[in-house]
Each structure stands twice: as structure tokens, then as C-alpha cells.
């Protein structure tokens, strides 16, 4: 069965970046693409971007742009999300969602708490 | 800058029929937004319901549903069930990009 488990919650320091990983299991990962997802505490869903896990291509939201990079490793069907310059407004779950035209399978979401 | 606008919140009674709207900024919503719709319960992940606009997943109850409406997107739920209260969230396809509403919040009462 598809599942995408992602990694455990990060405390950091405004300034500092944050790296989130997203392991997919049960398909091929290169035949699919891999959106990145955040929720502030109490707030609406918010689209960053999205992967080709095919070619490595990559959209960003233009909110984003400049501050956020998404990579994967094919080899270890993982997708990462970088986010750099954090402040507090930053402090959300992260998710990674897969699809292209649809984003059906959800990772569990990445708390990520900046705080000085 | 795209705003996408779904109601804030709705109430529907146990068995009756609600539907949740999603409009666009830019105009009418048409096919080529490729909507998707989202179920998200407190502390949850969000789970999905529709995409492209009326297609359902494998695992989309059957009283959900999904279709453009007035130029808008929109999400039926027909025989609403208490489990069903929620946060429901749209999505539409900009070009490349994509751009959430800012959800709706649905009480069951």
C-alpha cells in the first residue's frame, strides 16, 4: 500500500533552515510527483510546491519562492523540502502529498517550531 | 495575487444535503482548475475526497460529491453523517501552480 512517512519534529532558531524528508513505499516514486503542504496552528492549508520526482523538476509558490527548495533521492524514494531564513511565522506542520492532478496519499505532517 | 474563497462555515442537520462552494479570483472555475476537495479532521492530515473536479478516490464515500456550479467549484455531501463534521478544504491548478481556499468549517447539528 502507498505510504509516505515523513520525519520526526524540529525545533530551530530564526535564521536557521530546516530540512523535512518524505519516504514513499508501495509505488514507483519516479512516476509521480510530490507537492509540499504547511498548516500554521489553526490556519488554512498552504501549497509551497511541488517535485517531478521524475526529472527533478520543480514549481514554487511564488510566496515561497527564493526561501524554499525541493530535491529528492531517487534511490531512496525519498522527496526533501528545505526552508530557509525561518522565523516564527514559519512554525506549522509540514506535509508532502503526492500526485500530480490529484493529491491523494498524505504524509503523517512534520511539525516544525521555530523559536529563539 | 490568486485568493481562492470557499464559506467560512455551514451547518447541516443529520441526513440532510449541503454544498460547499469554491470560487476563483481570476474568474469562473472551469475543468482546467482541476479542483480536488479535502476532508480535514482536528489533527488530522487532510484526506482526499474528489479530484478534478468529480472524481472520487477509492475511498470517497458515495454521499460525496463533486461538480462546477454557477462558475464555481463546488462539494455536495448528500445524507450528511455526524462523522462528516469537519474542515473541508479546496484546491485549484493556476498554471503550474496551486492555490488552497481557505477552507470551510462544516458543524453537523
Known amino acids: 500500500q502507498v505510504q509516505l512517512v515523513q520525519s520526526g519534529a524540529e525545533v530551530k532558531k530564526p535564521g536557521a533552515s530546516v530540512k523535512v524528508s518524505c519516504k514513499a513505499s508501495?509505488?514507483?516514486?519516479?512516476?509521480?510527483?510530490m507537492h509540499w503542504v504547511r498548516q500554521a496552528p489553526g490556519q488554512r492549508l498552504e501549497w509551497m510546491g511541488y517535485?517531478?520526482?521524475?526529472?527533478?523538476?520543480?514549481r514554487y509558490s511564488q510566496k515561497f519562492q527564493g526561501r524554499v527548495t525541493i530535491t529528492r533521492d531517487t534511490s531512496a524514494s525519498t522527496a526533501y523540502m528545505e526552508l530557509s531564513s525561518l522565523r516564527s511565522e514559519d512554525t506549522a506542520i509540514y506535509y508532502c502529498?503526492?500526485?500530480?492532478?490529484?493529491?491523494?496519499?498524505w504524509g503523517q505532517g512534520t511539525l516544525v517550531t521555530v523559536s529563539s | 495575487q490568486t485568493v481562492v474563497t470557499q464559506e467560512p462555515s455551514l451547518t447541516v442537520s443529520p441526513g440532510g444535503t449541503v454544498t460547499l462552494t469554491c470560487a476563483s479570483s481570476?474568474?469562473?472555475?472551469?475543468?482546467?482548475?482541476?479542483p480536488n476537495w479535502f476532508q480535514q479532521k482536528p489533527g488530522q492530515a487532510p484526506r482526499t475526497l474528489i479530484y478534478?473536479?468529480?472524481n472520487k478516490h477509492s475511498w470517497t464515500p458515495a454521499r460525496f460529491s463533486g461538480s462546477l456550479l454557477g462558475g464555481k467549484a463546488a462539494l455536495t455531501l448528500s445524507g450528511v453523517q455526524p462523522e462528516d463534521e469537519a474542515d473541508y478544504y479546496c484546491?485549484?491548478?493556476?498554471?503550474?501552480?496551486?492555490?488552497f481556499g481557505g477552507g470551510t468549517k462544516l458543524t453537523v447539528l
Open positions: 502529498a503526492r500526485g500530480y492532478l490529484e493529491l491523494d496519499y
Open positions: 508501495g509505488y514507483t516514486f519516479t512516476t509521480y510527483a
Open positions: 517535485l517531478n520526482a521524475g526529472n527533478g523538476n520543480t
Open positions: 481570476t474568474g469562473a472555475v472551469t475543468s482546467g482548475y482541476y
Open positions: 478534478s473536479t468529480s
Open positions: 484546491l485549484l491548478y493556476y498554471s503550474g501552480a496551486w492555490v
